[in-house]
């Protein structure tokens, strides 16, 4: 019996003694930090700096396309607007990527009624021979149904492929489906010998007018014209097909790769009081595609993060950490930017204490999830805890990776924030000529500005890390 309770109460200290070492290591927002977000929060609920970069952005610049001339342009308007907002540093680093351009796009139904489409060409496409094809069109209800036929079904013809509409969801997931259809549909027709490649937009609207995006060519010789039809014209076309009678198409598309560009990162600091070496990082991607003004996709996530990063640097007491925003490059053709800033500093991947980006529109976000080490929970609770009164739910089970751009980044160790956005409208625009400013609310963005500056100031804040080092994440970012 006493050697029992020996053994209990060595037990019962040594388990006390762990439990107190990992209070001690775990990672804490300190009081005053909290306090100070008070005053953030209803000066960010009040800011106009975020609706004036998207507008400035979108009025003075327009559409981005990732190496075309407003590309420059607009890297050096951001890199103004950087310096006149009061950043203590602004620089750039190159990113380089092939060039793909567009002219023209036209399609239309010749047999067994003459019918006009509305199309728009895919990134990466090949362009058509001069004056366009006009051929059969076989049609598959899914890209499983496509890749599963027989490649005679397939070959010389045009396929088309009816994927299910989008549903507008909260949480935008019906885009996953949909985007992988347009990202590997064109490759894998081309593999059967199709010549060309149509389908149902990635989009929950019902506008008549078509969404682009990019498409993926392992090699970009074998590529063929692809392109999506807007949804009620895939609807027309459904249709047609249910005649039972064989159906040809005109599609012509003056599009193609010129050879390669290199552009750049833009960045910008707020540098921190007593940590400077270690920051938090944020932005959006400033390319964008061509149709539209690139309002919500992604003006709005560029000007979010830096109207909030500009706020902290506002504060007479900063954060001990620095703040560093990155308005991204060439996002939309397969996250350049991201890539090729997670390859330059991947070696210090550690000072990247915490990352967030925004790029889902300008809508109120309304659930907070992130990827930390297990020490760095309780901190994240309490980041959750100061926007809850924004309307920010804490979903603790669920991982985050930061952002688009950002995923590149937490895949080689840095611990990621996803501060999630109401997609329910924002599929009806997105990568549409109808990605324009009046789609930005105000106050949901005011909202988003709140967020992000509470989120940034607490982290960049936080006595402790929250686990960024080289491949700390590698399991969790190989499942993302």
Not at 462 to 473: C, H, L, T
Request: proline content about 3%; hydrophobic content about 45%.
């Amino acid at each position: 019996m006493r050697i029992h309770t020996a053994f209990a109460l060595a037990l019962l200290l040594t388990t006390g003694a762990q439990a107190a070492d990992t209070e001690s290591s775990a990672t804490r927002i300190p009081d005053s930090a909290i306090t100070q977000v008070t005053g953030l929060r209803e000066r960010a609920l009040k800011d106009d700096v975020a609706y004036a970069i998207t507008e400035g952005l979108t009025s003075e610049i327009g559409a981005r396309l990732a190496g075309s001339d407003n590309d420059l342009k607009a890297r050096d308007w951001m890199i103004a607007r950087f310096k006149a907002l009061g950043f203590d540093k602004v620089w750039s680093e190159e990113v380089s990527y092939p060039r793909w351009i567009r002219r023209s796009e036209s399609a239309a139904v010749i047999e067994p009624f003459a019918q006009p489409l509305a199309v728009a060409a895919l990134g990466n496409s090949a362009g058509t021979p001069k004056g366009g094809l006009e051929t059969e069109v076989v049609r598959f209800e899914s890209l499983a149904a496509m890749q599963a036929a027989p490649d005679y079904l397939v070959n010389r013809k045009i396929v088309y492929i009816a994927n299910p509409g989008m549903q507008a969801l909260k949480d935008g997931h019906d885009y996953g489906m949909a985007a992988q259809v347009r990202v590997s549909g064109p490759a894998s027709a081309a593999a059967k010998g199709a010549i060309g490649f149509l389908m149902r937009s990635a989009g929950s609207d019902q506008n008549r007018i078509a969404h682009t995006g990019v498409t993926h060519f392992e090699d970009q010789a074998k590529a063929i014209p692809a392109a999506a039809l807007s949804s009620p014209d895939a609807d027309l076309l459904d249709h047609i097909f249910a005649r039972g009678k064989p159906v040809k198409i005109h599609l012509d598309i003056d599009c193609g790769m010129d050879g390669s560009y290199t552009g750049a990162n833009v960045i910008a600091e707020i540098t921190g009081s007593s940590r400077p070496a270690e920051y938090f990082l944020t932005g959006g991607h400033l390319d964008s595609w061509d149709a539209g003004t690139g309002a919500i996709d992604d003006a709005a996530g560029v000007a979010i993060t830096t109207a909030a990063a500009h706020l902290i640097g506002q504060l007479p007491q900063r954060p001990a950490r620095s703040i560093r925003v990155v308005a991204f490059a060439n996002e939309e053709s397969g996250l350049f930017g991201g890539k090729a800033y997670a390859a330059q500093h991947h070696t210090e991947i550690g000072k990247a204490v915490l990352g967030a980006e925004s790029d889902l529109g300008a809508d109120r976000i309304y659930k907070l999830t992130a990827t930390v080490k297990p020490e760095a929970r309780a901190a994240i609770a309490q980041i959750a805890a100061a926007v809850k009164s924004l309307g920010v739910d804490y979903d603790a089970a669920a991982p985050g990776a930061g952002g688009s751009d950002l995923s590149a980044v937490h895949a080689v160790g840095m611990a990621g924030l996803s501060l999630h956005q109401d997609a329910t409208r924002y599929f009806d625009w997105h990568h549409t000529a109808n990605d324009t400013l009046d789609k930005v609310d105000l106050e949901q963005m005011r909202q988003n500005v709140a967020v992000y500056a509470i989120a940034m100031y607490l982290a960049a804040s936080a006595e402790g890390d929250f686990g960024s080092a080289a491949g700390a994440f590698a399991k969790q970012a190989d499942s993302d």
